[in-house]
């Protein structure tokens, strides 16, 4: 087991350098064009191929880095540079991780190089869970997988929303109901493989922030998979309905569902991303505040605006210490045993929305048009607090592990 440490290794700093070089030099160049563009920038989603950022093989190493600091070290680098650009090349993982919470060996192997393609033919892959009327509430979700025994096939129905890559994916992670009597317990994962028919992309969403980055409906209607696209095999899935149905007549205890397996496992990264927005935008206002004068000085001569920037550092250290803490933890088997994974992703969040607010507070008039950075940065990190479980609902879950209690 990996002891704790706070130093990145060489091997690390290394990757760390070469992230951050690629965010400054090819990343941040774009960002403005593409948020203006609201597009997905296959531009820059290539070139992170070639180099080897975009690729099975490089997330791969960073999540299984055995101090668990691989995945949030490279997210906060990537979104250093920015937001909507950076979740564009990383929006497959969450697929992926899907795919790898639930999966089998056979199907991990199967279907993750086909979420990426190559430098030559880039692909991505998008993980619908959140519907119309459930988002948050993920017991009201209604598309529906029902299992046709002679043909050894699963036919989906429903109306997915917010999926990241929706529509443009080559592979979609479809969560849905195969038994509606025992609430999100009944759900399970599937993967719909490229050009299946029946799936189509509706609304696309235009956005206050990351702009860059596709947010579309996917609509199911008779969309036919082969039984094999069951994520974990049909087997295990009937042995944990059973063992659900079983709980849940004698109000024992909660069984988790493929989409929470996969929000948890991804929070802490999505807290890194914050950090990494957070980060981008104090810097910004550090730089300003050292060569901005007034009254004959430069501004962060008052400590009206030092103190803030003073605030602005502390915050996002702490968070990432969080990060990091839920990272190692979550990589070392030792159990959040007081949701420490949420601890880490509302903190971030809520630290990169205000952290970007200050921003704009110290750049003054400069801060609220599009010459400079900031403006957006604030606009991309106002998605932190709400993807991947809101504010509210990781104090539910923290406020729920803390107490033992069911709040509601």
Same mark, same amino acid.
């Given at each position: 087991?990996?002891?704790?440490?706070?130093?990145?290794?060489?091997?690390?700093?290394?990757?760390?350098?070469?992230?951050?070089?690629?965010?400054?030099?090819?990343?941040?160049?774009?960002?403005?064009?593409?948020?203006?563009?609201?597009?997905?920038?296959?531009?820059?989603?290539?070139?992170?191929?070639?180099?080897?950022?975009?690729?099975?093989?490089?997330?791969?190493?960073?999540?299984?880095?055995?101090?668990?600091?691989?995945?949030?070290?490279?997210?906060?680098?990537?979104?250093?540079?920015?937001?909507?650009?950076?979740?564009?090349?990383?929006?497959?993982?969450?697929?992926?991780?899907?795919?790898?919470?639930?999966?089998?060996?056979?199907?991990?192997?199967?279907?993750?190089?086909?979420?990426?393609?190559?430098?030559?033919? +880039? %692909?991505? &892959? *998008?993980?619908?869970?959140? !519907?119309?009327?459930?988002?948050?509430?993920? =017991?009201?979700?209604?598309?529906? #997988?029902?299992?046709?025994?002679?043909?050894?096939?699963?036919?989906?129905?429903?109306?997915?929303?917010?999926?990241?890559?929706?529509?443009?994916?080559?592979?979609?992670?479809?969560?849905?109901?195969?038994?509606?009597?025992?609430?999100?317990?009944?759900?399970?994962?599937?993967?719909?493989?490229?050009?299946?028919?029946?799936?189509?992309?509706?609304?696309?969403?235009?956005?206050?922030?990351?702009?860059?980055?596709?947010?579309?409906?996917?609509?199911?209607?008779?969309?036919?998979?082969?039984?094999?696209?069951?994520?974990?095999?049909?087997?295990?899935?009937?042995?944990?309905?059973?063992?659900?149905?079983?709980?849940?007549?004698?109000?024992?205890?909660? +069984? %988790?569902? &493929? *989409?929470?397996?996969?929000? !948890?496992?991804?929070?802490?990264?999505?807290? =890194?991303?914050?950090?990494?927005? #957070?980060?981008?935008?104090?810097?910004?206002?550090?730089?300003?505040?050292?060569?901005?004068?007034?009254?004959?000085?430069?501004?962060?001569?008052?400590?009206?605006?030092?103190?803030?920037?003073?605030?602005?550092?502390?915050?996002?250290?702490?968070?990432?210490?969080?990060?990091?803490?839920?990272?190692?933890?979550?990589?070392?088997?030792?159990?959040?045993?007081?949701?420490?994974?949420?601890?880490?992703?509302?903190?971030?969040?809520?630290?990169?929305?205000?952290?970007?607010?200050?921003?704009?507070?110290?750049?003054?008039?400069?801060?609220?048009?599009?010459?400079?950075?900031?403006?957006?940065?604030?606009?991309?990190?106002?998605?932190?607090?709400?993807?991947?479980?809101?504010?509210?609902?990781?104090?539910?879950?923290?406020?729920?592990?803390?107490?033992?209690?069911?709040?509601?």
């Amino acid at each position: 087991m990996a002891e704790f440490t706070l130093e990145l290794n060489d091997d690390q700093k290394q990757v760390k350098e070469w992230l951050h070089g690629f965010a400054a030099d090819v990343i941040r160049p774009a960002a403005a064009e593409w948020d203006e563009r609201e597009e997905t920038p296959w531009p820059v989603i290539q070139e992170a191929a070639k180099v080897g950022i975009y690729s099975l093989d490089f997330y791969a190493q960073q999540f299984f880095d055995p101090t668990g600091l691989g995945i949030p070290m490279a997210m906060e680098e990537l979104f250093w540079g920015d937001a909507g650009i950076a979740l564009s090349i990383v929006g497959t993982g969450l697929a992926a991780v899907g795919v790898l919470a639930n999966g089998t060996e056979e199907q991990i192997g199967t279907w993750i190089p086909q979420m990426y393609g190559d430098a030559d033919d +880039v %692909k991505v &892959a *998008a993980f619908c869970s959140s !519907e119309p009327d459930a988002g948050s509430d993920v =017991a009201s979700m209604r598309t529906r #997988a029902v299992y046709d025994e002679a043909k050894d096939e699963w036919v989906l129905n429903g109306t997915k929303t917010w999926a990241t890559n929706g529509g443009i994916a080559n592979v979609h992670v479809v969560v849905a109901v195969v038994d509606p009597d025992i609430g999100s317990k009944g759900h399970a994962s599937f993967i719909v493989p490229p050009d299946t028919p029946g799936l189509s992309q509706g609304q696309k969403f235009k956005k206050h922030g990351i702009r860059a980055s596709h947010t579309a409906e996917v609509v199911l209607e008779d969309v036919r998979v082969p039984g094999h696209c069951l994520l974990g095999g049909k087997e295990k899935l009937d042995e944990r309905l059973a063992r659900a149905r079983e709980r849940a007549k004698a109000g024992g205890e909660r +069984v %988790k569902n &493929a *989409a929470m397996a996969t929000f !948890e496992a991804s929070r802490p990264a999505v807290g =890194a991303m914050a950090v990494g927005t #957070a980060r981008a935008a104090y810097e910004v206002a550090l730089d300003y505040a050292k060569t901005r004068s007034q009254f004959g000085r430069p501004i962060i001569d008052n400590q009206g605006i030092a103190f803030q920037l003073a605030d602005m550092r502390t915050r996002i250290d702490a968070a990432r210490l969080l990060v990091w803490r839920a990272s190692w933890m979550a990589t070392t088997g030792k159990p959040f045993t007081s949701a420490e994974g949420s601890m880490s992703k509302l903190y971030a969040s809520e630290a990169a929305r205000d952290v970007t607010a200050q921003a704009i507070q110290i750049l003054g008039g400069n801060g609220f048009t599009r010459e400079y950075p900031v403006e957006r940065m604030h606009r991309d990190a106002a998605i932190y607090t709400i993807f991947e479980g809101t504010s509210e609902i990781q104090r539910l879950v923290i406020a729920r592990t803390l107490s033992g209690m069911p709040i509601r």
